[in-house]
């Protein structure tokens, strides 16, 4: 009995690794293919039906978590999705060698997303800071004893340990953001970032890129500076 116990665990086991690696593009193909629908109470977007799964990895993004995005911490509004694709797209020739990262973003359903107090209709999005080690662009290790990234805190001049901010790559995300949305009927309707990191990134050579994105003035009730936090909008 012990033996046989032994091998569930084990098949157990490995086909929970295989979910975790594989899990968010397998379920994407199951998607369904009804539109998604900001669902409004009064003048409040509470929810979203049907909103989409964001693929796991491209050719210079990926997700913050294979294990958070599989059991369906990454969905979004399909039109934040292909705005979010065709960004990447661009910033393969902008940002060549960059791999951003996105991290949380909301429910299939929508509805209420702990810890966060947004995030509830699909047109939410945090994006972990692209960042440099030794001058060269580098990717940190994300996992659960840093909260996914969550839990890495810069400091005022934007360094952590032995990485930096790359905020011109910041810049061009932002920037191809912009020029997505206007593909998909979106816009940005605010970024969030820490006050003193967003200064930093207003003294870059790139800064006037940003003049027409608007950028939260107070400072949040959790640190954004490991991650920027996106609001987009439908504009029709």
């Given amino acids: 009995m012990s033996v046989r116990l032994g091998k569930i665990s084990f098949f157990t086991i490995i086909l929970f690794l ?4 594989n899990g968010n593009d397998w379920l994407r193909q199951l998607e369904n293919n009804l539109p998604s629908k900001i669902v409004i ?14 693929p796991t990895e491209g050719k210079n993004y990926q997700t913050y978590s294979r294990f958070l995005s599989a059991i369906g911490r990454t969905h979004v509004h399909e039109r934040v999705r292909d705005a979010i694709i065709k960004s990447y797209k661009i910033l393969e020739t902008t940002q060549p060698n960059i791999i951003y990262v ?16 947004t995030h509830k209709n699909g047109l939410y999005v945090d994006f972990m800071v692209p960042v440099k080690k030794e001058n060269n662009p580098a990717t940190m290790w994300l996992w659960a004893l840093n909260g996914w990234g969550y839990y890495v805190r810069f400091n005022e001049n934007g360094v952590h340990d032995q990485y930096s901010i790359s905020f011109e790559a910041i810049i061009e995300h932002l920037k191809a953001l912009q020029e997505t949305c206007k593909l998909f009927s979106l816009k940005i309707k605010i970024v969030i970032f820490d006050p003193a990191l967003l200064r930093l990134l207003r003294k870059t050579d790139l800064h006037q890129k940003l003049n027409s994105i608007p950028f939260a003035s107070q400072k949040a009730w959790f640190p954004h500076d490991s991650h920027y936090h996106v609001e987009f909008e439908i504009i029709k």
């Fill in 102 to 117: 996105y991290g949380e973003t909301g429910w299939k359903n929508g509805g209420n997303f702990w810890p966060h107090k």
């Fill in 41 to 54: 109470d009064g003048k409040k977007s509470l929810t979203i039906q049907n909103a989409k799964r964001l």
């Fill in 18 to 21: 295989i979910f975790i690696y």
